[in-house]
Every structure is written in structure tokens, then in C-alpha cells.
């Protein structure tokens, strides 16, 4: 069972940044891939970003690439969405999810493809 706890949601002005953390349990971090999704009200959960098990490879959804960078710390068993430039369609609950197969891939969007899931974070960007 791997729990995950995100935090550094909020209020924040177009144009402005936020940072989000999530932290993990377990003793295995290192082994999973790691994403990012939103999910604003009435729409659909999306794919956000992406990490490799090593940090060394990244994916980004096109509507956040060059604006959101995803980072991990394996020592400290946490993985971070750095925001920048936001938008008002920013405004989300932000998740950040696992997933523990062998054969996980940064590239693979769908929700299907993770495992575990953390209870999410508000961002609203005001305009």
C-alpha cells in the first residue's frame, strides 16, 4: 500500500506561481513512476506530468509545457510540481498519483495507468 499526501495548494493571481509537493509512504519510491493530474469541476481527470523512477525523464501535457516543471527527491520520498505563468484554467483539484509496475512509463496520460492516489490539492487562479 503506498499513501500519498500532496500540499502547497492555494490562491494565486494569473501570472503568478505556486509549487505542490506530495509525499510518499513506503520504502520503495525510487521504483515508481510518478505523475501530476488535475481535474476542474465537471471535467474529466487530465494527465498533468510525468517523472521517471530516476528523475532523469519528463512528460508534460501540451497545455503546461514550458509553464509547470515536475521534480522528485527519492531521498526524501517526495515528488514536486513547480507551476509557473498561471492561467486561469489552471484552476483545479491537483493529484499526484503512482504507479509501482515494472512496466510504467512517464509516457503513458491515461489514469489507468497508476496505481495509488493522493486526496488532492486546490489551486484556483484568479484572473
Known amino acids: 500500500q503506498v499513501q500519498l499526501v500532496e500540499s502547497g495548494g492555494g490562491l494565486v493571481q494569473a501570472g503568478g506561481s505556486l509549487g505542490l509537493s506530495c509525499a510518499a509512504s513506503?520504502?520503495?519510491?525510487?521504483?515508481?513512476?510518478m505523475g501530476w493530474f488535475r481535474q476542474a469541476p465537471g471535467q474529466e481527470r487530465e494527465f498533468v506530468a510525468a517523472?521517471?523512477?530516476?528523475?532523469?525523464?519528463?512528460y508534460y501535457a501540451d497545455s503546461v509545457k514550458g509553464r509547470f516543471t515536475i521534480t522528485r527527491d527519492n531521498a526524501k520520498n517526495t515528488v514536486f510540481l513547480r507551476m509557473n505563468s498561471l492561467k486561469p484554467e489552471d484552476t483545479a483539484l491537483y493529484y499526484c498519483?503512482?504507479?509501482?509496475?515494472?512496466?510504467?512509463?512517464?509516457?503513458?496520460?491515461?489514469?489507468?495507468?497508476?496505481?495509488?492516489w493522493g486526496q488532492g490539492t486546490q489551486v484556483t487562479v484568479s484572473s
Open positions: 517523472i521517471s523512477r530516476g528523475g532523469f525523464s519528463t
Open positions: 498519483a503512482a504507479a509501482i509496475s515494472a512496466s510504467a512509463s512517464v509516457t503513458r496520460r491515461a489514469t489507468t495507468a497508476y496505481d495509488y
Open positions: 513506503g520504502r520503495t519510491f525510487s521504483s515508481y513512476v
